[in-house]
């Protein structure tokens, strides 16, 4: 019997035209451009425009996306939105997507894994489709990551931006598609990456409102540590329970939040440089967005039949890997 995989059949990326570069962040903390660049590869980040939200996001990656394709809005069975700024609390912003951008026949939910975001949501939309209940499902990472750091401090905003991407998912049988996944999640971790007030633990007062706990806290050497051994780990165990040797691996899409943190990956898979995705010089860690990012970008560069790594960690702690065939 045939077996049905779920094939990326589009790929569409979104960024902010406002460019934050290292000689900016200058002026706003005590830091410099060599010092960015030395520690992260970063030399600028993107920033949405005032009054732009995730879902104006959403709605400019699935425009693409529909329009790569050749389909209409109507022809959408669902939309998966990983991200931890959305729009709302609630309502979901995958459904005020649907809604702006017309899906009119999709239904959608968001999923909360900080920068591995994108790679659960691919997972749990390749379910729908192997079994074949949903025919095409869009699945987004992005993120406003501007929305919750704070300008004032080093240890985050040199980090940070904004933008992500999308897939089309539709159903195949020739053996391409989402291959296997491999995901990992650590709650112990929270306390080292995460954003302390605004959920139940700590509701929005009159009295914290104004302090820091509303930005993103990082302690920056526990989560590298734990982001260099995990992504790391993961990536090469998909690799071993795969058979793939290194001369198999045609690119590696890691989650871009520190250049040292992709090499450490890369050295750990035996991959040479030439076949690793990189654009974190030019859009930071946009949390979800990266690794969709990072397939709009290299997407000509790409083969149908190509394998893929897929590989991010995230707050949470949250990690993990996906090897996909390219399908188109």
Request: contains cysteine; proline residues 2%.
């Amino acid at each position: 019997m045939t077996k049905t995989t779920a094939a990326i059949t589009a790929v569409n990326g979104y960024v902010p035209e406002k460019v934050l570069s290292n000689h900016d962040l200058e002026k706003l903390v005590d830091t410099n451009d060599e010092w960015i660049t030395s520690r992260t590869g970063i030399k600028e980040r993107r920033m949405a425009a005032d009054g732009e939200a995730l879902s104006d996001f959403g709605v400019k990656i699935v425009e693409g996306i529909l329009e790569k394709r050749g389909i209409g809005p109507e022809e959408i069975d669902m939309v998966i939105v990983g991200s931890i700024t959305g729009d709302y609390r609630f309502p979901a912003t995958a459904n005020v997507i649907c809604d702006k951008a017309g899906m009119k026949n999709a239904w959608g939910f968001d999923l909360s894994a900080a920068c591995s975001g994108f790679l659960y949501s691919l997972d749990i939309g390749r379910v729908y489709i192997e079994n074949g209940t949903h025919k095409k499902i869009i699945v987004i990472g992005a993120d406003v990551m501007s929305s919750i750091i704070n300008y004032k401090d080093r240890a985050t905003c040199i980090i940070f931006g904004d933008g992500g991407g999308g897939v089309l998912l539709e159903p195949t049988e020739d053996g391409l598609g989402v291959q296997d996944s491999i995901l990992r999640s650590d709650g112990a971790g929270r306390e080292f990456l995460l954003q302390k007030i605004g959920g139940s633990v700590e509701p929005i007062t009159k009295e914290n409102a104004q302090t820091d706990g509303q930005y993103v806290f990082q302690e920056g050497r526990t989560v590298f540590k734990h982001a260099v051994k995990n992504m790391a780990d993961v990536a090469a165990e998909i690799m071993e329970k795969n058979n793939l040797t290194a001369d198999d691996v045609a690119w590696l899409a890691p989650h871009q939040a520190n250049l040292r943190i992709i090499d450490a990956t890369a050295n750990r898979m035996g991959i040479d440089n030439s076949k690793i995705m990189i654009n974190i010089e030019k859009f930071g860690n946009t949390t979800a967005g990266t690794i969709p990012l990072l397939l709009w970008e290299y997407e000509k560069q790409l083969n149908k039949g190509d394998n893929i790594i897929l590989a991010a960690f995230g707050g949470g702690f949250t990690w993990g890997a996906i090897y996909i065939k390219w399908a188109y």
